[in-house]
């Protein structure tokens, strides 16, 4: 599956932005999707996931609240809200697939990355 990540741009902190990022296949349904995030000269790091059937959401502990993870099957696309920007969110993010399912937080669950998309924070 190929993946395209979108929606990211240059912020105030405090705004919300919400990331998209579309796959190319109608087995979209069949894949858990992940949201990881890569800060400069820091390693890339687990956002959220969510499962092949949306019943399941993760997060990173430090973002529970701020993030939203959702998937819209008719369009094959899985969404990234994030609320109350921080310029600490600044970073590089990608979507990931996977047909895993455990280890959902763990990036070497997934198979299939996207290209990146760049959020910028300014404070």
């Known amino acids: 599956v190929q993946l395209q990540a979108s929606g990211g741009r240059l912020v105030q902190a405090g705004s919300s932005l919400r990331l998209s990022c579309a796959a190319s296949e109608r087995t979209f349904g069949r894949y858990a999707m992940g949201w990881f995030r890569q800060a400069p000269g ?25 993030f939203t993870i959702s998937r819209d099957y008719a369009k094959n696309t899985v969404y990234l809200q994030m609320d109350s920007l921080k310029a600490a969110d600044t970073a590089v993010y990608y979507c990931a697939a996977t047909v895993a399912a455990q280890r959902l937080r763990d990036r070497d669950a997934y198979d299939h990355w996207g290209q990146g998309t760049v959020v910028t924070v300014s404070s």
């Open 42 to 66: 820091k390693e890339r790091e687990f956002v959220a996931a969510i499962t092949w059937s949306g019943g399941r959401t993760y997060y990173v502990d430090s973002e529970k609240g701020r």
